[in-house]
């Protein structure tokens, strides 16, 4: 069974250009979770996704952050424009329960300078 | 006041030792904690969970909750170089996970 899965790895953007994120989550996991790493700190909660709902966008640091999942399958995050502390790594994660037992997928980690 | 707070570490322990790893978190309401594992570049692996006050084993690891002490921990006996990695706590207080910064293990051969 394929894992969470995202794309890309690795992205370095300069500030104030788009980057848009992708994650695939594990099949028939209804839920779909986005968090973030910045340099030092611990990992944040951004999103929560039940199919193609957002349940939860508490985390979301502000509007230059969207976050879409078509049709309840894969998931984007786009960030625009782009800010230097927006720099750390993004982390997709899905359950099929609304759990703290997550599947993570390896994240990309976004650079802008 | 962090939500979730681990021994900065990083630590490090022989080969066949116990590792002890520890974590404080300040919302009484939380109910459902857990340990992920992380290998460096690498995501975030669950490794253990526990809900009910007391202990819990699976192998080689122990988890331990107190409720009243918001505390928790993990026990990894019969340290093995594989076990090498960070160690992160978690806990579910509304549906989302607050992570602590992690505990950085090293096993010696």
């Known amino acids: 069974e394929a894992g969470v899965t995202q794309f890309p790895s690795h992205s370095v953007i300069e500030k104030g250009q788009t980057v848009t994120l992708r994650c695939d989550p594990i099949s028939g996991h209804d839920n779909l979770y986005w968090y973030r790493r910045v340099m030092g700190k611990e990992i944040k909660f951004l999103l929560h996704f039940v199919k193609e709902s957002k349940q939860d966008e508490s985390g979301m640091p502000n509007n230059r952050f969207l976050a879409e999942r078509t049709g309840g399958t894969y998931s984007t995050l786009k960030v625009q424009p782009a800010e230097l502390e927006d720099s750390g790594v993004y982390f997709c994660?899905?359950?099929?329960?609304?759990?703290?037992?997550?599947?993570f997928g390896e994240g990309s980690r976004l650079t802008v300078l | 006041q962090k939500e979730v707070e681990q021994n900065s570490g990083p630590l490090s322990v022989p080969e066949g030792a116990i590792a002890s790893l520890n974590c404080t978190y300040s919302?009484?309401?939380?109910?459902?904690f857990f340990w992920y594992r992380q290998y460096s570049g690498k995501s975030p692996e669950l490794i253990m969970f526990?809900?009910?006050?007391g202990d819990k084993e699976d192998g080689r690891f122990t988890a331990q909750l107190n409720k009243a002490s918001q505390y928790v921990s993990l026990l990894i006996r019969d340290s093995q170089p594989s076990d090498s990695a960070t160690y992160l706590c978690?806990?579910?207080?509304?549906?989302?996970?607050?992570f602590g910064a992690g505990t950085t293990v090293t096993v010696r051969a």
């Open positions: 526990i809900y009910s006050n």
């Open positions: 978690a806990v579910n207080p509304h549906y989302k996970l607050s």
């Open positions: 994660a899905s359950s099929q329960g609304v759990t703290g037992e997550l599947f």
């Open positions: 919302d009484r309401g939380s109910q459902s």
